[in-house]
């Protein structure tokens, strides 16, 4: 188990130093050692850490007489672990920061308390050619934006928010019963560490307001049904600074009148007379970008299988196509003429076949 510094070591003070002197200490090290001023630098971010957490057990006369009588044990069996992160630290220590940066406790706590907007789901039903070949359509939404009269404070125009008056800006509230202490989140500003007392009539208060948005999106070929496309920002728009949500649309493909999917195969069955499978000729097959001719060999069966290649779907995640499998179906008629039975009668004598009258 790693030993921390002594506390009044680490602040520069002596051990009988008064709340002033302890606080003018602390913000000298904020300014030197703040990440903002030392980005990358690791040790400076240690020290940050670490001047913050001595100054937050010196500067509660409970913690600081705990500390002088036990030390470190003592404040642990009471129940204190220290900070978590920066974002501790900014939101308990915002109104020192304001005085040594030069921006008020809401706006420190605004930086340190920035939150990602929602992501958001869009189903969407597309053709199968769609599917295959690729396409753009629009998709027609409703999502959560920053109010745009209050700038997504809440407020009124010309009032800001309050400190709250339970925590005193600080988030938090902290009950302590002997030895220990623990700290929940402020139930009257939930958190913010201030509170809004005269509300926006756009948003009630609440920063953000409904809109509908017409989003462009590009379809690309290959896509099929349980595909997911993000449109990274188009999700609801974050607060305090933080990034905007992203949308997710989940494809589900029609099913298609001629054409099955394998893969990057697609699959067709082509319909010939039993004169062409007989004889031979070239047919007219369709295709995802139109129709081709078809060289039917003579004496071809039902389920003899053709393959074009590249006729098929792009590959989503890389280059070239699949093939389009054809498999012929031989048709008989059932509407015969007169003389077309004749001939067929008499082509069955030849082949010496039994046939019913």
Do not use: W
Request: aromatic letters at 8%.
């Amino acid at each position: 188990m790693t030993t921390k510094r002594d506390y009044y070591e680490i602040l520069g003070v002596e051990r009988n130093a008064p709340e002033d002197e302890i606080k003018k200490s602390y913000r000298r090290l904020a300014m030197q050692f703040h990440p903002d001023r030392n980005p990358g630098n690791h040790g400076a971010e240690e020290k940050f850490k670490e001047a913050a957490e001595a100054y937050e057990v010196l500067s509660d006369p409970e913690k600081r007489e705990i500390y002088n009588h036990y030390g470190q044990e003592g404040l642990s069996s009471a129940g204190y672990r220290g900070f978590s992160g920066f974002e501790d630290i900014f939101s308990s220590f915002g109104d020192i920061f304001g005085d040594v940066f030069g921006f008020n406790t809401g706006r420190s706590r605004s930086r340190t308390m920035a939150r990602a907007g929602a992501d958001l789901r869009y189903d969407l039903r597309i053709s199968f050619m769609d599917s295959a070949i690729g396409a753009s359509t629009e998709i027609n939404l409703e999502k959560y934006v920053l109010c745009s009269s209050c700038r997504g404070s809440g407020c009124a125009p010309g009032t800001s928010p309050q400190a709250c008056s339970r925590c005193h800006g600080r988030g938090q509230v902290t009950q302590s019963s002997g030895f220990f202490s623990i700290s929940t989140t402020c139930p009257q500003c939930r958190g913010q560490g201030s509170v809004i007392t005269t509300p926006c009539r756009e948003c009630s208060g609440g920063r953000k307001v409904k809109v509908a948005r017409t989003v462009q999106l590009k379809i690309p070929a290959g896509v099929e049904t349980g595909s997911r496309l993000r449109m990274r920002g188009e999700g609801e728009e974050g607060e305090y600074g933080g990034p905007n949500g992203d949308l997710y649309v989940f494809i589900e493909v029609e099913p298609h009148e001629i054409f099955q999917r394998n893969g990057d195969d697609i699959y067709c069955r082509l319909p010939i007379s039993f004169i062409q499978a007989a004889l031979g000729g070239s047919v007219e097959t369709p295709t995802l970008t139109g129709v081709e001719k078809l060289k039917i060999p003579r004496g071809t069966q039902t389920g003899k299988i053709f393959r074009l290649k590249g006729k098929g779907i792009a590959h989503l995640r890389g280059y070239g196509r699949g093939d389009q499998i054809i498999e012929t179906v031989i048709t008989v008629p059932t509407n015969l003429m007169k003389k077309q039975e004749e001939l067929l009668r008499e082509f069955a004598k030849l082949s010496d076949e039994e046939t019913y009258h």
